[in-house]
């Protein structure tokens, strides 16, 4: 069998969970050539596990302070070259497409005939699953931006539709260091986070963010390029998570047990339901802006106990590989019956 894996480039956790399943997949016979579109070429990192992987421009959301740019967004979208991209794509190679919200690989896919799996968070919204914020234009594109012939959703709850469970691959915990925070707001201004922080002194936060701040950082707040290594390394050892509400992000605190803060996208209606969800859970805490009187509380508040998440990247191969690929119930129950989830998820 050989496989397109095609994967959206704009947020590191379709990459994150990219990265699962290319190392489940080199266990196998299985050939699979990755594709990224997205992001600019200079900015992926890390990427030595994806072999001689292929690039293009695809399509992206933009951002400025804090929240979706829609005139920046429709601006950077509007050209010929995501329909070029797809004209010229030639996939008579290949048995199957997988996709995790990527659109060059999923158009082409469509208009080739060649059969297309969904494997993204993405795919888990087209089931009734906590939701809000979402406009009509928001359900245009989760159902046209990468169409697929099957869909197959990950979520932290399986919420009694056919979803499996988050892709997760963390360092081991190395004890909850309860006055170290581990900090990632990507949208955010960096100068903004600093002050945010400023006055917790009694804490450490560890930040990470591709830009610096132009203000003078205290003491105890810690800043670093993005560096995955050094992020895991922090995530392990951190007492709690502030972040975006970013799927895979959440996704590693739970396993660990970590607490979770989470400052949405505004204007992503995904990290909105991502929210609703968390929030249905009791999994996180959340603020619409970074308010100093919600991280005040926060802070105080308890850890959470880990969820145990399975190896759900070895579960799928097999299941690839079985070929029955519109029946994957047997694979979500089998999946979900190795997760012992917390009391009040069960209601």
């Not at 888990?124 to 939701?131: D, E, G, N, W």
């Not at 959470?304 to 047997?330: E, N, R, S, T």
Request: proline residues 5%; contains cysteine.
């Amino acid at each position: 069998m050989k496989i397109l894996y095609g994967v959206q480039g704009t947020g590191n956790g379709h990459i994150s969970r990219a990265r699962v399943m290319a190392k489940s997949l080199s266990k196998t016979d299985i050939e699979v050539d990755f594709l990224f579109s997205g992001r600019e070429e200079h900015q992926y990192f890390d990427m030595d596990c994806f072999g001689d992987f292929q690039l293009r421009k695809g399509m992206s959301f933009m951002t400025e302070g804090g929240r979706v740019n829609l005139p920046k967004t429709i601006r950077r979208n509007l050209s010929t070259s995501i329909f070029s991209e797809v004209q010229h794509m030639d996939l008579s190679d290949y048995d199957l497409v997988i996709n995790d919200f990527e659109p060059v690989t999923a158009w082409a896919a469509k208009k080739q005939g060649v059969t297309s799996i969904s494997i993204s968070h993405q795919a888990a919204l087209q089931y009734p699953v906590p939701k809000q914020g979402m406009s009509w234009l928001d359900e245009r594109l989760l159902n046209n931006f990468a169409p697929t012939d099957i869909k197959l959703g990950c979520h932290w709850h399986h919420f009694g539709f056919p979803i499996i469970p988050p892709f997760v691959e963390v360092e081991p915990n190395c004890g909850d260091h309860h006055h170290q925070i581990l900090v990632y707001l990507p949208f955010e201004s960096p100068d903004e986070i600093a002050r945010f922080l400023a006055p917790f002194n009694q804490y450490q936060f560890f930040v990470y963010h591709a830009a610096e701040p132009n203000i003078a950082l205290a003491d105890h707040i810690n800043w670093f390029g993005f560096n995955r290594t050094g992020f895991k390394a922090h995530m392990s050892q951190c007492g709690g998570v502030i972040g975006n509400a970013g799927f895979e992000l959440a996704s590693e605190a739970m396993t660990l047990g970590k607490k979770l803060l989470v400052k949405p996208l505004l204007g992503q209606f995904e990290q909105s339901s991502n929210v609703a969800a968390l929030e249905l859970l009791a999994a996180a805490q959340s603020m619409d802006t970074l308010d100093g009187s919600v991280l005040k509380r926060w802070l105080k508040s308890a850890s959470p106990k880990p969820i145990l998440y399975p190896q759900v990247g070895d579960a799928l191969v097999k299941w690839l590989k079985q070929g029955d690929w519109h029946q994957h119930q047997m694979l979500c129950n089998d999946l979900w019956s190795q997760v012992e989830l917390p009391d009040n998820w069960r209601k």
